[in-house]
Every structure is written in C-alpha cells, then in structure tokens.
C-alpha cells in the first residue's frame, strides 16, 4: 500500500459484508445483491427479522447489510457459509470473505442505520466497482469454532493496519452520529 493509499484510506473509510467465497465470482461480476429468500419474501423477512415498517418495503430493491466493523462481517460470513449444505446451487469448498464496502455509497443508494441491530442497509445492488475483496478465511468447516476465524482475521496484516488506523477507520456516517 502507497502513502497516497493510506491517506486517501483515512479519508474515504468503507462499510463491511461478509459471504461466502462461493458467491465471490457472483459478487465481482454482479454486485453485492441480496440472497434468494426461496419462499419467503422480503416483506416477510424485513418485518419478522428487522421490524421494519411496511412503507420502507421496496420489492424491486431487497436490502443488502453491512456493518461498520470487519469482525461482525466476519461473523455473518461464517453463518452465512454454514447455510451453504442447505443450498443446492452452492459447492463446498469454501471460505468466508470479506469485502469493503466505498462510503460513496451512501450517495448511490437508499441509506438506513438500524440502532438496534447496529448494522447499515441499502436497498438494491452494490455495484461491482464499489467492492473490494480484503480477506479470504480459511475453508469452511463446521467443526471450527467462530473464534478460530475471528482470530485468523485479527492476525492477517490486513486487520492488523484497519486497526492501527483508531478512531479514523469508521465511515463517514458512523463519525457523524458518534456512534463508534
């Protein structure tokens, strides 16, 4: 990383998600769209999960989640994988991974926080050009703990400089609110 990189880092801070490394082909090509919900809709899901009011619902434009912080990313990414078996059109092997997010996006797209979870939302597609990849855990397995792959990414060098950034490394609207 160039000195220009680290400035700019602290200047533009991004948000986090988490997935699967077998949606990462997807995710590059496509964009951060949120999961088929199969026979649930995501009226259902944002109101019976989120709480969300139905005037928020927009069908055409389901929300995707991110978080300020790459552990919680971390977190999803690993639950998210363990759903992998009950999905037919995923393959193991795979990892959970975690891409950040550019803060433009909270220009780009419908924008909400939800104080009670602590997470962020934007309805519609990420675009590809706003995502970039920062850590690949390792495969998935089911008889390793969340702790192992929370300290694995604690350990990558990547962490270790998002870290050492301090108070600089939140996005744009969690320094606003004060919400770190």
Excluded: C
Aim: glycine share 4%; no cysteine.
């Amino acid at each position: 990383m160039t000195a220009f990189d680290r400035a700019w880092n602290l200047v533009k801070m991004p948000y986090y998600h988490g997935a699967s490394s077998a949606d990462l082909e997807s995710i590059m090509e496509h964009g951060l769209r949120a999961p088929d919900l199969g026979e649930a809709t995501w009226e259902t899901f944002q109101h019976d999960k989120y709480g969300l009011p139905d005037d928020e619902f927009d069908e055409m434009n389901p929300p995707v989640f991110m978080s300020d912080n790459p552990r919680t990313a971390l977190n999803y990414a690993i639950k998210h994988g363990e759903d992998v078996d009950s999905n037919p059109k995923r393959m193991a092997p795979h990892r959970p991974v975690i891409f950040e997010i550019d803060d433009e996006i909270e220009e780009k797209l419908p924008f909400h926080f939800n104080p009670e979870h602590h997470d962020f939302r934007v309805d519609g597609t990420i675009p590809p050009e706003l995502l970039r990849l920062v850590y690949e855990g390792d495969e998935y397995d089911s008889s390793r703990s969340i702790r192992d792959d929370d300290v694995n990414l604690m350990n990558s060098d990547w962490y270790k400089k998002y870290m050492a950034m301090g108070d600089k490394r939140h996005p744009p609207f969690v320094l606003r609110e004060g919400l770190y």
